[in-house]
Structure formats: structure tokens, C-alpha cells
């Protein structure tokens, strides 16, 4: 994971963190999440994910809005320069992922893996 963050910064000035939020607002519906569902979808706390949507706000690639369903609720917002900046670092990074991982195990293996990794998707007793 170290390596991925340290070729994401040096190449695209981007931290695995601020990915992984670009990462879960091109999924949410309308590339649009709440805050508070933004902050557990990425696994930190409100204050730790302002910070992070400072940085991406300041570059352009999120807004934050007040919410279409709740007024009282911010939501953060991917923007059309961040969907594009996210398409191009993506392509980027999963290159790093195969490199980094998927490359290091056989077809065999990695087909072992997919199914163990499956019995985590479908929950527990399924």
C-alpha cells in the first residue's frame, strides 16, 4: 500500500486516501454522498475527511453542497474535472495494483482467492 500511495503522489500529486474518496463518490449515486455516508464509506472520522475534501476541493475535483433532500445536511460532489482526473488516475493505479499484487500469483491461485474472498461478500452463513 505504501508503494501505491508513494507512485500516486509522485505521479498524479494525489494520496491513496484522497483516491479512495474519489473512489466512493464516482459510485454513489449522481457522484454525490452526505458527508457523514462519505466518512464511513471511506473508513474515517468527520474531521479526518474534511481535511481530505479540503484538498480535493481546492484542486477542483469535489464541491460540497447542501443537500437536494435535506437542506441541513452537506453532501460532497464530484465534479466533471474529478470524474475526468479520477478515469485518468485510475487507469494509473490499478495498473500499480496488478504489478503490485494481482501479478503475483498464478491464474490458479488468484481464481482461490476471488472464491475464499467471496464467502466475505456474501456475508456470514450465506
Known sequence: MRELDEELQSAHDL?????DVLRALITAPDHRRRMCDLAEAVVLTASGLSRRVDRL??????????SNEDGRSVETVLTDDGAQF????????LSGVR???????????LETLASLLGR?????GR
Do not use: K, Y
Request: glycine residues 8%; hydrophobic residues 35%; charged residues 40%.
Open 15 to 19: 494520496t491513496i486516501g484522497e483516491f
Open 57 to 66: 476541493e481546492r484542486a477542483g475535483w469535489v464541491s460540497r453542497e447542501r
Open 86 to 93: 479520477f478515469a485518468r488516475v485510475s487507469d494509473f493505479h
Open 99 to 109: 504489478r503490485l499484487f494481482a501479478e503475483q500469483f498464478s491464474e490458479e491461485e
Open 120 to 124: 466475505l461478500e456474501r456475508g456470514p
